[in-house]
């Protein structure tokens, strides 16, 4: 009955006991045989207590324990090795064997720094990228929470806007800035003529292992939020969405021929706005053209002039060359 009740007060100790690689790692059953012979020096008792309370200060209060501890996704299997190849030892060795709490201090410190020292050359995490997905590579181990963190991002991606003709082809990829698992799922939806990030405003449109979406001709029923959300089996990793834009064929084709028709009237292909400075512009720009004009017509009519004076002094010298010729023929 005594051991019963000691193994309680003791298992209600580790409870209480902060969260560590300690704790993570080693189990009550193992904690209980390594404390079972801690005797304080100074009254030569034997106190479990203190021993919990030492194990606390050493493993679970250590900063450098838990930072030793913060190993990239899946080496948390090589940290229980670590920690296990140090304290099972003293296990066996400590258990139902009187030992001073000096010898304790010294032997649980010496497998602190052995841990540290091992866990520290282990992988680190490779990182978070952002902004948004659940990115379980990029979790990093947690020696309090005895679990990995992960990147803490939203789910839900920026909205990408993507503008495209009516009748034209689109192509929409679901682009996941990390390494996605094998087993993925997903799914599109669709969010007719808003831009939104509302669920309640999406209709799923397909389902599959397909991350590609693809309409071959674009009508304005197309406009709308696009979401692609992925799953590995039933944890949602990330949301992608896309709002496409559609400009009608008609209006771009409008624009297209107001522009074509703008660049072929003014100047050097130049825009000018819709106010007094237009005019002011386009008439400054056409008075040069219009004086080279006149001046053009002006010198046309002169050499007109002369041509038309030196024909008619041509004919009239030449009628009286023959009136001459008449004349002495008579005589």
């Keep these: 009955m005594y051991t019963s009740a000691l193994r309680l007060v003791c298992v209600s100790l580790l409870l209480c006991l902060s969260q560590s690689c300690y704790q993570c790692f080693v189990n009550v059953e193992d904690s209980l045989r390594l404390c ?8 030569n008792v034997r106190n479990v207590d203190a021993c919990f309370e030492k194990l606390d200060r050493i493993f679970n209060n250590n ?28 296990v066996e060795e400590f258990d139902q064997k009187l030992n001073n709490d000096t010898v304790y201090e010294q032997r649980l ?8 020292s091992a866990a520290s050359k282990l992988p680190r995490v490779s990182g978070c990228i952002p902004p948004c997905g659940f ?23 920026p909205v990408e806007e993507i503008k495209v003709m009516e009748n034209s082809g689109i192509r929409m990829w679901c682009d996941v800035p990390f390494a996605l698992p094998t087993d993925i799922e ?3 939806r669709f969010a007719e003529e808003v831009e939104t990030q509302q669920l309640d405003h999406f209709k799923e449109v397909t389902v599959g292992a397909d991350r590609l979406y ?36 008609v209006v771009a084709g409008h624009t297209e021929l107001q522009e074509t028709f703008d660049l072929s009237l003014l100047p050097g292909g130049q825009f000018f706005s819709a106010s007094g400075d237009f005019l002011r512009s386009f008439l400054a720009s056409l008075l040069p053209l219009l004086a080279a004009c006149l001046t053009s017509l002006l010198l046309l009519v002169f050499l007109s002039l002369g ?25």
């Design 186 to 188: 997903v799914i599109w």
């Design 214 to 249: 693809s309409i071959p001709s674009v009508t304005l029923q197309h406009q709308g939020t696009y979401q692609c959300e992925v799953y590995s089996g039933q944890l949602s990793l990330i949301r992608v969405y896309y709002y496409i834009s559609v400009t009608p064929q």
């Design 135 to 157: 990115q379980s590579a990029g979790a990093v181990y947690n020696c309090v929470t005895c679990q990995y963190d992960s990147c803490e991002f939203p789910l839900d991606c």
């Design 36 to 43: 079972w012979g801690h005797v304080l020096t100074e009254y």
């Design 109 to 116: 410190q010496t497998a602190a720094d052995n841990f540290i």
């Design 307 to 331: 041509v038309l004076h030196w024909s008619s002094i041509q004919e009239q010298s030449h009628a009286e060359e023959t009136h001459q010729a008449d004349d002495l023929g008579l005589f």
């Design 63 to 90: 900063e450098t324990v838990i930072e030793a501890g913060r190993v990239g996704k899946g080496y948390d299997i090589q940290l229980k090795e670590i920690l296990g190849a140090e304290i099972l030892p003293l």
